[in-house]
C-alpha cells in the first residue's frame, strides 16, 4: 500500500488513532495556503514516495520581506509571494500528486532532529507484535530524517533521556510500542495483505506522538546496525516467515540437513534412523513413531 493518503484516510476511522493523526490534505494552492496560515510551517510531499525523497518544508514568516520559506535538501529559498512558493513547490513535484502536512517542531539531539521508527511485524502465529525501535536523526542542515537520506540511527532511549525522566522512560516507549500495535491491527483489517509496518513518530516538546506517515514495506536492514543483535535476527525471521525476505543459503542448506563442511546435520540424521526403524521394525512388530517437531 504505497498511498499516503488512503493510509491515513483508513486510520482516521479509528477513534482510538485519530488524536495522533497530524492534519493532512491533498496539496493544492488552496490547502497550501490554509494549512500555512492554520500552522505556519508545513510539509508537502508525494503521495507515493519514498526515502524523504521530494519532501519540502515551507514556512510563512510574517513581517519579513520575503516571508515565504521553502527548502528541499539542504536547498532555501525565499519569496515575496505565495503564488511564487507554490510555483517553486510544483517544479519539485513535477505533475506528481502531492500531500501537504502540519509541520511541528521536532525535538532534537545536538542540535538536529529526530524521530523513531516503530517496527510492527506478523508473528509466525499471525499476530501482530512490535519487534523493534529505533531513532534517526537528520543530517546537519536537511530536513528529513531517512537513512537513505544521510539519517543516522540512535537508541531511542539516547535521544528521549535529555526530556523524559527516568521514571517516565518506560511509560513512554511502552506507549510507542503500543502505538505501533494499534496502528498495523487496524490497517490490518482494512489492507489485509499489510504483514508489517514501519510506524514513523515525531514528537515535540509536549512530548506527544504524533504520526508522520506509516510505510507498509519498511527496511529491516537498520535494525543490523544497532547494538543489540537480537532485535535485527527476530525483525529478519519473522520477514523471512511471511516471505518478504528469501533464508540465506547457508541457513537453507542447514534446514535441508547439511551442516557445516558438508556433513549431515544431526536432525537428518535422526530423520534416517527414525526411516531405517520403521523400514526393519523389530521382531516384536512394536513400532514406536516419534512426533517431529519444527521450528
Known amino acids: 500500500m504505497a498511498s499516503k493518503w488512503k493510509k491515513t484516510t483508513a486510520l482516521r476511522e479509528s477513534e482510538a488513532i485519530r488524536p495522533y493523526l497530524l492534519p493532512l490534505e491533498k496539496m493544492t494552492r488552496s490547502s497550501v495556503a490554509a494549512m500555512l496560515d492554520r500552522h505556519r510551517t508545513v510539509f508537502v510531499k508525494p503521495v507515493s ?9 515551507l514556512e510563512w514568516v510574517k513581517d519579513e520581506e520575503k516571508p515565504f520559506r521553502f527548502q528541499e535538501g539542504t536547498k532555501k529559498r525565499s519569496f515575496r509571494e505565495l503564488d511564487s512558493l507554490y510555483d517553486a513547490v510544483r517544479e519539485v513535484a513535477a505533475g506528481r500528486a502531492y500531500l501537504v502536512q502540519k509541520g511541528i517542531r521536532l525535538l532534537r539531539y545536538k542540535g538536529r532532529p529526530f524521530d523513531i521508527r516503530v517496527m510492527v511485524q506478523q508473528n ?27 539519517g543516522r540511527l540512535e537508541l531511542v532511549e539516547t535521544l528521549l533521556r535529555p526530556y523524559v525522566p527516568a521514571d517516565k522512560m518506560g511509560s513512554t516507549v511502552a506507549q510507542l510500542k503500543n502505538l505501533g500495535l494499534r496502528v498495523a491491527e487496524h490497517l490490518g483489517r482494512k489492507f489485509p ?20 506517515e506509516v510505510n507498509t514495506s519498511p527496511a529491516s536492514f537498520i535494525f543490523k546496525r544497532m547494538p543489540d543483535k537480537s532485535v535485527y535476527r527476530r525483525v529478519r525471521a519473522y520477514a523471512i516467515a511471511y516471505g518478504k525476505l528469501r533464508r540465506k543459503r547457508k541457513d537453507a542448506g542447514r534446514s535441508a540437513g547439511v551442516g557445516k563442511k558438508g556433513a ?32
Do not use: Y
Not at 514516495?49 to 518544508?57: E, Q
Open 49 to 57: 514516495g519514498m526515502h524523504g525523497k521530494g519532501v519540502v518544508r
Open 124 to 150: 509466525p502465529a499471525g499476530k501482530w507484535e512490535t519487534t523493534g525501535m529505533l531513532g534517526r536523526v537528520a543530517q546537519p542542515g536537511k530536513i528529513v530524517t531517512n537513512v537513505h537520506n544521510g
Open 264 to 295: 549431515p546435520s544431526s536432525r537428518a540424521t535422526s530423520k534416517k534412523q527414525r526411516a531405517a526403524k520403521l523400514m526393519h521394525p523389530p521382531l516384536s512388530n512394536k513400532r514406536t513413531v516419534g512426533a517431529l517437531r519444527r521450528r
Open 193 to 212: 495483505g499489510i504483514r508489517e509496518i514501519g510506524l514513523d513518530v515525531g514528537i515535540g516538546s509536549d512530548l506527544w506522538p504524533w504520526i508522520i
